[in-house]
């Protein structure tokens, strides 16, 4: 126990050194700045994303790693997975605060968004944090503007994770690159004349820090996405991303679990954000000598519970046969039904 923490300690302080070395100034706001990437619209797994957005406590999940390293260390098979994942979005983009809101504005966000793989201990994966395009015509005190958005971030992820007993730490070493192109353009005497160009492309790393406790059929996690981040522009100043806080708690393991869990901005300027999700495993027993099941999962999350109009609600399903696993969530994030998201994954094991 000692060593992994004084090995967890010294890997964190050679961290800490190489980013005051490499980090910048803020200076001028930038188009995109201020996008939260952990917002849960933005969930990469169909299993978590239809038991409420939040799972830290579950290593048989797929997408492990980008959730909590730290259940690296209880895994048991390998899995390679990818994702693709689908958005119906009627307003602007969730946690964009540079952008103007308007109900005609729209963001296209539908992807193939993960490649991984996770192991005993240690997992790869591609992840692409953001795809957002944005095209609006609109006017303002009789001026007509012109505004277009097209942004991408790539992160190239390693994870590793070591154990000791009950208790697990884990790490997320992330390579960065993206590019952004924004135009802004005003019309004057009904010709457009732009504004603002931005072509730029960018590079930078972050490191997610994760703990796990699993004690029989209960589980608790905490995790730290974005703990220590940068992001450098070519052209233009460099920024960290969006740090938050996330903890949870689970009754259950494996195919059958109730699970709940917190999360906010790590700087506390946000309200807390509540996830609720049970599994349950329908089971077919064996096929061939393979066991095969399907699992029916249900989520909430909110921020208050005063009005229902605020929660939203998710659900999914799947289904195994020998080392084959397919994943399917629908969430919804408004009683309009106008913002949703589809994940489909698909699994194998080695």
Not at 158 to 166: H, I, K, M, P, Q
Not at 245 to 274: C, P, T, V
Not at 284 to 304: K, V
């Amino acid at each position: 126990m000692e060593h992994i923490i004084r090995n967890c300690w010294q890997t964190t302080v050679l961290i800490v050194y190489f980013i005051g070395l490499l980090s910048g100034l803020n200076a001028d706001p930038f188009p995109i700045t201020f996008y939260d990437y952990q917002q849960v619209i933005n969930n990469y797994s169909p299993q978590v994303a239809a038991v409420g957005g939040l799972n830290i406590t579950e290593p048989t999940n797929t997408h492990t790693a980008f959730y909590n390293p730290a259940l690296l260390a209880f895994r048991e098979k390998t899995v390679i997975t990818a994702t693709l994942r689908y958005f119906s979005e009627a307003k602007t983009a969730y946690g964009v605060d540079q952008q103007p809101v308007h109900d005609s504005s729209k963001w296209y966000r539908n992807d193939f968004s993960y490649l991984g793989i996770d192991s005993h201990n240690i997992g790869f994966s591609y992840v692409a944090l953001a795809d957002l395009k944005l095209e609006r015509d609109y006017e303002t005190e009789g001026e007509s503007e012109r505004l277009y958005l097209d942004y991408y971030l790539d992160a190239y992820r390693f994870s590793f994770a070591e154990r000791s007993g009950l208790l697990a730490f884990g790490f997320n070493l992330s390579f960065l690159t993206g590019r952004t192109v924004y135009l802004r353009e005003l019309s004057q005497d009904d010709v457009y004349i732009s504004e603002q160009f931005v072509d730029s492309r960018s590079w930078g790393y972050n490191v997610d820090f994760g703990a796990a406790v699993k004690s029989g059929g209960l589980s608790y996690g905490l995790t730290i996405p974005n703990l220590l981040s940068r992001v450098y522009w070519k052209d233009h100043p460099s920024y960290s991303l969006q740090r938050r806080l996330q903890a949870g708690i689970q009754w259950g393991e494996d195919e059958n679990y109730l699970l709940a869990g917190i999360s906010r901005k790590f700087d506390f300027s946000s309200d807390n954000l509540y996830h609720f999700g049970l599994e349950r495993a329908i089971s077919f027993g064996l096929l061939r000598g393979d066991y095969q099941y399907m699992p029916l999962r249900l989520g909430l999350f909110t921020e208050q519970f005063n009005n229902l109009k605020d929660i939203g609600y998710a659900f999914g399903t799947g289904f195994q046969y020998s080392m084959l696993q397919i994943d399917l969530s629908y969430m919804m994030i408004d009683q309009e039904k106008k913002n949703y998201a589809v994940l489909l994954s698909l699994s194998a094991g080695i």
